[in-house]
């Protein structure tokens, strides 16, 4: 995994562990990764990991069985969503609409775009 500079290691592995649920490569009661063999995975301190893990437990998404490890959440796909969603609308959006007012792009080209995006990726 590459990391990017403008944001917090730890918030950017919890993106990546969101994105797994979104996907449904991990669904409700899996177990996840362990700190350790995530670390690993991602080349990352073990520290930071866990720092992600008690960042996602917060916010409900995964919770511990102590001796266990870590699992997904009964609503954690309903929570993940939320969670994105306020991230959108409160950090890139307010970039996006910048960008489409600076570059006078119009949003019947916008949304051609995205419907050609969604074609070719989904």
Aim: charged share 30%; glycine share 4%.
């Amino acid at each position: 995994m590459e990391f990017r500079d403008n944001q917090a290691i730890y918030l950017q592995i919890a993106e990546y562990i969101c994105e797994r649920i979104l996907l449904k490569q991990w669904t409700i009661g899996d177990k996840i990764p362990s700190v350790r063999e995530l670390a690993v995975q991602l080349e990352v301190n073990p520290n930071t990991v866990m720092r992600t893990y008690e960042f996602l437990q917060q916010k409900e998404i995964i919770f511990t069985k102590r001796g266990m490890g870590f699992f997904v959440s009964d609503d954690a796909q309903d929570k993940v969503l939320a969670f994105r969603k306020e991230e959108f609308l409160g950090n890139e959006l307010p970039v996006f609409f910048k960008n489409v007012h600076l570059l006078g792009l119009d949003f019947d080209f916008i949304k051609d775009r995205f419907e050609a995006f969604k074609t070719a990726n989904f």
